[in-house]
């Protein structure tokens, strides 16, 4: 499972919104690629369509679907906005990673 915060949960409906996508019924897919200075990456969108291998979660309203890959590597990861003096953006809290970089977008297991 993924959780949402409540602070990420108001910019995910207020992005939504901003793009078009209706947060009470389109998702944001989390996902995981390779690449970034840690080795993986998080990869972050919204979606209207689940797919036949998607995980589907509902976390403080909010729909998210995730691969079965992916899935693996973020059991337990919560998805948080930050808007602080040392930047804006979401973060993960993946309790997966062994290490991730200091802008927080990659990660290792």
């Avoid at 990420?8 to 947060?23: H, Q, S």
Wanted: hydrophobic share 30%; aromatic share 10%; net charge negative.
């Amino acid at each position: 499972m993924i959780n949402v915060s409540e602070h990420a949960k108001k910019k995910v409906i207020e992005l939504m919104t901003d793009d078009g996508y209706d947060p009470s019924t389109d998702y944001v897919r989390v996902g995981v690629k390779s690449g970034g200075c840690s080795g993986l990456s998080y990869d972050l969108k919204f979606d209207k369509t689940q797919l036949e291998d998607d995980k589907v979660f509902e976390a403080n309203d909010i729909k998210i679907i995730v691969d079965k890959k992916s899935f693996l590597y973020l059991i337990g990861t919560t998805l948080e906005y930050s808007g602080g003096l040392n930047g804006t953006g979401f973060v993960f809290n993946n309790p997966n990673a062994n290490r991730t970089c200091g802008c927080g977008e990659s990660f290792s297991l």
